[in-house]
């Protein structure tokens, strides 16, 4: 029997966006641990415009579910949304471990080779993207943001149509290898569907460079961060931007 509960938040809707949910949902459970069992949450509307404002939207539900998570007994939330909008704010109105795809992956894709290469699902995030690179101090490991110029949804399509998939695949690896060209070693999707279309097969590589499935890394984390919580109390500083909000705040945040 399953002894931890891990919330998975995405911004997508099972409407919409059903062929990448059921391969998400299925992946999940293959790759938790028994005594983990998990939920997969949707956002609607989904993220499929790219723009701040929806960045913005998507993270506000993000933080409402963070605590709706913890009230109903869950032991860890991780945020399927690589541009991880609300996360440090999700993580100071909660005690339990909240962690965020963007900042999970490429802290440990740092840890398979010397240079990083993103590329993002379209061209509209690559700012986002190089935002998230300078606040999480990677810099240095870094040698690019790339984009393929495509919808949301023309992803969602190639979990579902080979047509579709072999349209945008060789436009994907094409940023790869730009990427490789210029130093990197490591390739990381920028995105929770091009994770599951490019790096869901086990080893999944491009000339040498491994392509890190995150999905799989954040959810083996929110396992690393629940046990550590048990064995080491181990938590989030409550100094600076993670402090714990004021009682009057939080319920002012939840009633609007």
């Known amino acids: 029997m399953s002894r931890y509960k891990i919330w998975f938040q995405g911004a997508t809707d099972r409407q919409f966006m059903a062929p990448y949910i059921a391969k998400v949902e299925a992946h999940f459970k293959s790759v938790l641990d028994p005594d983990f069992t998990c939920t997969f949450n949707t956002t609607t509307p989904p993220a499929t415009t790219t723009h701040s404002l929806t960045e913005y939207r998507v993270g506000y539900n993000f933080i409402r579910s963070a605590v709706e998570a913890e009230r109903q007994g869950y032991d860890a939330v991780a945020v399927t949304h690589f541009q991880d909008p609300g996360l440090a704010e999700a993580k100071s109105a909660v005690d339990i471990p909240v962690l965020g795809l963007g900042e999970t992956t490429l802290h440990f894709a740092c840890t398979l080779g010397r240079k990083l290469g993103l590329v993002t699902i379209n061209p509209a995030f690559i700012p986002w993207h190089e935002d998230q690179i300078v606040k999480y101090g990677l810099q240095s490991r870094i040698v690019g943001v790339r984009a393929v110029d495509a919808a949301v949804l023309d992803y969602i399509a190639a979990f579902s149509s080979q047509e579709k998939f072999n349209q945008l695949k060789p436009l994907w690896e ?3 290898r730009a990427l490789l060209d210029a130093g990197a070693d490591v390739i990381v999707p920028a995105g929770g569907i091009p994770m ?21 890394v954040i959810a083996k984390s929110a396992e690393m961060a629940v046990k550590l919580r048990r064995d080491a109390g181990i938590s989030v500083s409550r100094r600076s931007n993670l402090a714990k909000p004021p009682e009057k705040a939080l319920k002012e945040f939840l009633d609007k």
């Open 174 to 176: 094409r940023e790869c």
């Open 196 to 216: 599951m279309l490019y790096g869901a097969e086990r080893g999944a590589s491009i000339d040498g460079a491994p392509i890190v499935n995150g999905m799989t």
